[in-house]
């Protein structure tokens, strides 16, 4: 029987504030273990929480960007279970009203962009951190360090939509991009920035009814979302395949083995007991604040890149490229103002993408560096062919460790660009009356030859003439002989 | 007056004197441990954490309750004494914090003299239920001094202090003042800061104050009221002016629902509310007489409200952090479970699980949600009742300080004995308790009032009249009538 | 609504607490006295009310700076029983074990 799978994402994006979600400890990564801690995050007795505004509004953001309905008076919960690096062993969530709800991510797919429904968007704190297996003495421990607990965190809750783990991949890419963009989190699954759960099941295709499913947790990159639900997608078939039936259950997928552990837990185990945090009263978004957020909101990725595509004749690629971060499409669209897009185009997504990663630099660093209207300086002689591209490389190359415009730096390093018809009229004189043979074929309709005689006049110039020039010139003055 | 009576003085008047220089801060603070702790503490036992050299350490000689001793329970976040809750759980614990109402207290030149006995996290009635063992009343030693907020309510009657912390979560300390014969006052939700409250039921937790004098009620009133950043449920806002607290009551009317004690309740505290009622119509107020909403009502309320909040502010208390941890915990559940059944009293443990079974899958709706239905009945028929009156008069327990094991068997009747408290903490209106005189066998009677929210001046100025026999000018500095101390028997 | 011994140890699970079997009967009985005498609140009429909540004013909400309400890390750790190397120490934690 062929199957067909469901998926569903929940996607935790923790959120680049100053501070945590309820106390105004720094929100930093990588401070000495438990030195980021205050009564409040440390969950001591007689503490109580803070709502920080930015958390909320990096919400209303998000919520905007895809669409969500917004809710005016909203409500944080807690979720109450055990855990030891739960300061309060109870975290402060959303639950019946949560801020955001609905709304929809477009997703580039192979096959064309779709949109992928959402649920809800609310905002949350994070948990400490445990490390483990760990030994103190003789015996096994774990570690915890509450730096990271408080830290405010977005949930995301996606429609059971996804069909297969490459669409799921896709639409994280995307979130992933989206957010960076909206600047509310850096995004890096690697530090943990973006985590994401799966809740997979298998059903006949053509059945309407879900299947059982099952919850897969710890798929902490792209690829091993990918990765992790393919291992279940396959685990759910065999058994299913070998009439056994699916539990339900939630299962730890190991990047390193690529295996699933089914968790073990207790019967009465995820019985979280939600109910409104007393401490916390209602979360009232005001109408203006809604305004000013969609009004701060800027062109959203896809709208971009679709813009890229038409307003610059962008090839969908490039465009999907340039529009990977806003700096970048910033970067490009300054650089590409009274100069052709694809000139434009192919500049950065070749020389100035290669030097950023070569030199391990942010793009905001890069343009300090070399801002776009200086590398528009360097394009537009290009475009003008005052340069020859091999020139015109080793002039960026300058650029990227010396200050100057183009000409003081062809004038700093000694070299000038024969461009002019002036200066390359007569070595394409020359070369035509040096070369007879040649000359005779191309003017026979053997106009491959021409390449030969684009060479000579390069040669002869020293390499500095600009290719296309030269060609134009040899054709004109051949033109000219054959007709005379 | 010599230095060793300052323990008689109010607050008020003991700030003046060290205000002006005549009464050494020392002498102050140290008054009460000097003379009536000498007479009553070892059989008393209000105090768990006291430190002379905290004492010692504090020396203020500026601000309206300058060098006054204030016994704070042992459930409000004090960096210089431990805060145990009085609890096997923290044991030992020192928060690195000062609760927001204890940082008012001492910028107001108070001096945190310890930490007072209560009920294991205010859970309890009678102050029976502490790790520390029980407080016992002044005016009769074989009984309860009422709770959770038994220790300083003691205290302050007995003349340690003329100021106490208390909480009040359901009346933990408006009865306990009605036991011990003082002053007690619950506040409007959210004009005191919570921050530094060891939570038990949050939506109803309030600090509250006892006192000997209406006029140090008022001083501490100012010194602690007001919004704290720190605390997001405290009212935006300046609290509510109590400086006319000698304003009298003419033309004030206040709340009579005579229904709610025409049975199960002690005729000797009948006959006190009767007759404070008589004394403020003599002063210038009207009765309005009416029925009201039953008690039992909030108290079913109550108990699924509190302890739901309880059994998840109370799950933070598992050993990892903080407090008490069992040795034996060699993995994570035993670590939960041997730490919280070892750390926690039966009482708490008792609530915890009620809490829990009101919260949990299947029952949240029929009891947790109809609790807080309910208590949206109660905070309307509050409303009303204030649309009719100024303030409303009843007792503040059913009876007269019990006998200490007397309830201690029997939760439900012990869950009894907040009937008349519960109600203001569901509709988070402030109450205060005012001692009315002595009941035959010379145990303390008190009334109970409560007013809208913020209506915490009306309080005061009836407690005034009560105090001062009607004649509310007499609470003028030296003229204050003298306290009904306790006698030792 | 009466809690039978069951009812006990699923709810003591929840909550983290081991109620001696000597104990259990007697917890059972207590908790249903209070039960029955909570559904009390049954014969109200509750249906138009809303849950009680808070004040519509909404949450204050703090702006996002940094405030000095931090806690060294040598003094968060003094109060737990156990803490090494800047870490507070806990059994084990087995990564697919509900603790
Ligand atoms: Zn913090």
């Keep these: 029987m062929a199957y067909e799978a469901v998926i569903g994402l929940e996607c935790h994006i923790q959120l680049a504030t100053r501070t945590k979600m309820f106390c105004g400890c720094p929100a930093e990564f990588g401070a000495a273990p438990n030195s980021n801690v205050c009564p409040t995050c440390l969950g001591l007795p007689g503490a109580l929480p803070r709502t920080n505004r930015a958390a909320v509004d990096a919400a209303l953001r998000l919520g905007l960007a895809v669409g969500c309905e917004l809710r005016p008076v909203s409500e944080f919960a807690r979720k109450n279970y055990f855990y030891p690096d739960m300061p309060k062993n109870y975290q402060i969530t959303q639950y019946d009203r949560p801020l955001c709800e609905g709304g929809a991510l477009p997703v580039a797919l192979e096959g064309g962009a779709r949109r992928f429904g959402l649920i809800r968007i609310h905002v949350e704190e994070d948990t400490g951190k445990s490390f483990h297996p760990e030994r103190h003495g003789d015996r096994p421990v774990s570690r915890v360090d509450f730096n990271r607990a408080g830290v405010p965190l977005l949930e995301l809750v996606s429609r059971p939509d996804f069909r297969a783990p490459a669409e799921c991949a896709a639409f994280l890419t995307a979130l992933r991009r989206l957010v960076r963009w909206l600047g509310i989190s850096d995004a890096d699954m690697e530090k943990g920035h973006l985590r994401c759960d799966a809740n997979v099941s298998l059903r006949p295709l053509g059945q309407e009814a879900f299947g059982t499913k099952t919850e897969i947790k710890n798929l902490n990159s792209i690829k091993g979302v990918e990765k992790g639900l393919h291992a279940e997608i396959a685990r759910q078939r065999a058994l299913l395949e070998s009439g056994g039936r699916i539990e339900q259950s939630t299962l730890l997928y190991d990047a390193d083995h690529d295996r699933l552990a089914v968790m073990r837990s207790k019967e009465y185990a995820h019985d979280y007991r939600y109910f409104p945090d007393p401490d916390l009263p209602l979360l009232v978004v005001e109408e203006t604040w809604i305004e000013d957020a969609r009004g701060a909101l800027p062109e959203l990725p896809w709208a971009r890149e679709a813009r890229f595509a038409t307003q610059y004749g962008l090839p969908g690629y490039d465009a999907a490229v340039l529009t990977e971060t806003r700096e970048l499409a910033d970067y490009y669209e300054d650089l590409a103002r009274g100069l052709d897009g694809k000139l434009a185009s192919n500049w950065v997504m070749t020389e100035v993408l290669r030097a950023v990663k070569e030199e391990s630099l942010t793009l905001a660093a890069w343009s300090a560096k070399v801002p776009a209207g200086r590398l528009r300086g360097l394009l537009a002689k290009v475009a003008a062919r005052e340069l020859p591209g091999p020139l015109a490389k080793q002039v960026f190359a300058w650029m990227r460790d010396e200050d100057g415009t183009v000409d003081e730096l062809l004038e700093r390093h000694g070299v000038r660009a024969q461009g002019s018809v002036a200066e390359l009229e007569p070595l394409v004189v020359a070369v035509i009356e040096a070369h007879p043979g040649p000359v005779a074929q191309y003017l026979a309709g053997k106009t491959a030859t021409l390449g030969f005689l684009v060479g000579q006049v390069m040669k002869r110039s020293g390499g500095q003439a600009v290719p296309q020039v030269v060609r134009e010139l040899l054709e004109a003055e051949l033109a000219r002989r054959s007709g005379s | ?489 | 609504m009466a809690i039978d011994r069951a009812e006990v140890e699923r709810i003591a699970e929840l909550a983290r607490l081991e109620i001696a079997p000597e104990r259990m009967g007697r917890m059972a009985t207590e908790l249903s006295a209070v039960l029955e005498f909570v559904a009390a609140l049954g014969r109200l009429d509750l249906a138009r009310l809303a849950p009680s909540t808070f004040a519509p004013a909404g949450t204050p909400l703090r702006a996002d700076e940094l405030d000095d309400r931090r806690i060294p890390a040598a003094e968060a750790l003094s109060a737990a029983t156990e803490h090494d190397d800047g870490f507070f120490l806990v059994p084990p934690i087995v990564e697919n074990v509900n603790p």
């Design chain 2, 1 to 489: 007056m010599s230095a060793p009576e300052a323990w008689r003085l109010s607050a008020t008047a003991l700030a003046a004197r060290v205000r002006g220089g005549e009464l050494a801060v020392d002498d102050a603070v140290e008054a009460g441990w000097r003379g009536p702790a000498g007479t009553w503490e070892a059989e008393v036992r209000a105090v768990v954490h006291a430190d002379p050299a905290a004492r010692a350490a504090a020396r203020p000689r500026e601000g309206p309750l300058a060098g006054v001793p204030v016994l704070v329970k042992d459930n409000i976040c004090t960096t210089d004494y431990p805060t145990t809750c009085a609890s096997r759980i923290l044991a030992g614990y020192r928060p690195p914090y000062d609760a927001t109402v204890v940082s008012r207290l001492r910028a107001a030149g108070a001096v945190v003299v310890g930490k007072g006995n209560m009920d294991e996290f205010a859970m309890g009635s009678s102050t029976e239920y502490s790790c520390y063992g029980p407080t016992r009343n002044p005016y009769d030693l074989d009984r309860v001094p009422g709770g959770s907020s038994g220790g300083p309510a003691a205290a302050v009657a007995y003349g340690l202090c003329p100021l106490a912390l208390g909480s009040d979560t359901g009346g933990s300390v408006r009865q306990p003042a009605a036991f011990c014969g003082v002053l007690g006052l619950k506040p409007t939700y959210g004009r005191f800061s919570r921050y530094g409250l060891v939570a038990f039921g949050s939506s109803l937790d309030q600090v509250g104050i006892f006192a000997r004098h209406t006029g140090d009620l008022a001083a501490a009133y100012a010194a602690l009221a007001g919004p704290d950043p720190l605390d997001a449920t405290t009212r935006p806002g300046e609290a509510p002016d109590v400086s006319g607290w000698r304003a009298g009551v003419t033309g004030l009317s206040f709340g009579w629902p005579a229904n709610l004690w025409r049975e199960g309740v002690d005729p000797e505290v009948v006959g006190g509310l009767e007759e404070a009622a008589a004394r403020l119509e003599r002063s210038g107020a009207t009765r309005v007489t009416f029925d009201f909403l039953p008690g039992e009502y909030s108290v079913a309320a109550y108990y699924l409200v509190a302890t739901a909040e309880a059994s998840s502010n109370l799950a933070r208390f598992d050993g990892v952090r903080y407090g008490f941890r069992h040795a034996d915990s060699a993995d994570l559940r035993a670590l939960y479970t041997r730490t919280r059944s070892e750390g926690f009293g039966p009482e708490v443990q008792r609530r915890i699980l009620l809490g829990t079974y009101a919260l949990s899958a299947g029952y949240y709706d029929a009891y947790y949600l109809t609790a807080q239905r309910a208590r949206t009945r109660i905070r309307e028929e509050y409303r009303a009742a204030f649309a009719r009156c100024d303030f409303l008069m009843m007792p503040a327990a059913p009876s007269l300080p019990f006998r200490l094991g007397e309830k201690i068997e029997d939760p439900l009747a012990m869950y009894l004995s907040d009937i008349f408290t519960i109600g203001a903490n569901l509709a988070g209106i402030p109450g205060l308790s005012v001692p009315v005189g002595l009941s035959r066998a010379g145990l303390p009677l008190a009334v109970q009032m409560l007013g809208p929210e913020d209506g915490e001046p009306v309080l005061l100025r009836a407690a005034a009249v009560l105090e001062a026999g009607g004649e509310v000018a007499r609470l003028e500095g030296e003229d204050t009538p003298e306290f009904a101390w306790p006698t030792k028997r």
